[in-house]
C-alpha cells in the first residue's frame, strides 16, 4: 500500500468513490477552482470609482446599475469579454452627458482578463491525489478560450486533468458540455462526480445526464438561481471537497 492511502482521508475517499462506481471528477473553473469574482468585483469597483467621481454621479447607485446592465448583457452574450462593450455602450446611453467618460474607461474593465487569480484551499491537494489515486478528471470551463489558456499557464493547472473542454463563450453552459467532458474521459455520466459553482449551468445539467454533484454556490446571483437537484452535495469552499465526499449517495 502507498504511504498516501495510509491517511485516512484518503483511504476514505478510495473506499467511497469505489462504492459510488465513481471512476471520473470534472470540475468547473472559476470561482470552483480559483476565485474569479473577486476579480470582476474589483475592476467593476474600481470602474465605478472613476467614472462616478469624473461626472459627479452618485457612485453607489451607478455600481447599482453597472451590475444589473452587466448580469442582463451576461444573460444576452454569455461570458465573451466582449459583452463589456456592450455595457458600457448601454450606460453611456443612460449618462448621455457623460458618454465619453462611460465608454472611454472601458479599459478599467478589460483588467479583468489580465489579472492573475487566486487558487481556492485545498485545490492543489485535492487533484494532486485524486490523479495520485487514478481518477480521471478533466476541466470543463466556460470562458474565453485565450484567457482560459492563460488562467491555465499562470497557474500551472494543465498537468492535473486528463481532459479539458472549453464551452463557446457566446452562449451557456449546459449539459451538452458535460456529456462531451464524459465521452471525452471515456466515461458514462452515472461514474462521473461533477463539481462546479453554477447551479444552472454545472450542477441541474449534470445531474440530469445522471452524474454525482458537489455544489460550491458561486457569489454570482445568477449562478445561484433554481432549484438544487436532489442528492447534491453543498460545500462553501473547495477545501471541503475530499470530505464532502462521505456525504454523496
Not at 453607489?60 to 444589473?68: D, I, P, V
Not at 491537494?125 to 491555465?152: P, V, Y
Not at 457566446?170 to 451538452?176: C, D, E, P, R, V
Request: aromatic letters at 10%; glycine letters at 8%; a negative charge.
Amino acid at each position: 500500500m502507498k504511504l498516501l492511502e495510509l491517511d485516512p482521508i484518503i483511504s476514505s475517499t478510495r473506499e467511497k468513490l469505489d462504492k459510488l462506481g465513481v471512476k471520473g471528477i470534472l470540475y468547473d473553473l472559476d470561482d470552483t477552482l480559483i476565485y474569479t469574482a473577486e476579480i470582476f468585483y474589483y475592476w467593476m469597483n474600481e470602474y465605478a470609482d472613476i467614472v462616478s467621481f469624473e461626472l459627479g454621479i452618485e457612485r453607489e447607485m451607478f455600481y447599482k446599475t453597472l451590475s444589473a446592465v452587466n448580469d442582463e448583457e451576461y444573460r444576452r452574450m454569455g461570458v465573451s469579454p466582449s459583452r463589456w462593450r456592450a455595457v458600457v455602450e448601454r450606460l453611456g446611453k443612460m449618462y448621455d452627458g457623460g458618454r465619453s467618460v462611460v465608454e472611454g474607461r472601458l479599459d478599467v474593465l478589460m483588467n479583468i482578463y489580465k489579472t492573475v487569480p487566486r487558487m481556492r484551499p485545498g485545490v492543489r491537494a485535492a487533484l494532486g491525489t485524486l490523479k495520485e489515486l487514478g481518477f480521471r478528471q478533466a476541466l470543463i470551463t466556460h470562458a474565453n478560450e485565450d484567457w482560459t489558456m492563460w488562467k491555465l499557464d499562470k497557474l500551472g493547472l494543465w498537468d492535473n486533468f486528463d481532459a479539458i473542454f472549453i464551452a463557446d463563450e457566446n452562449g451557456h453552459k449546459s449539459a451538452q458540455h458535460w456529456n462531451k467532458g464524459m465521452d471525452m474521459l471515456g466515461l458514462t455520466p452515472n461514474k462521473c462526480l461533477v463539481v462546479g459553482d453554477n447551479l444552472g449551468g454545472d450542477i441541474t445539467p449534470a445531474a440530469s445526464l445522471g452524474a454525482r454533484t458537489i455544489w460550491m454556490p458561486s457569489p454570482w446571483s445568477v449562478y445561484r438561481a433554481g432549484t438544487v437537484p436532489e442528492g447534491t452535495v453543498q460545500i462553501g469552499e473547495f477545501n471541503e471537497f475530499l470530505e464532502a465526499l462521505a456525504r454523496l449517495k
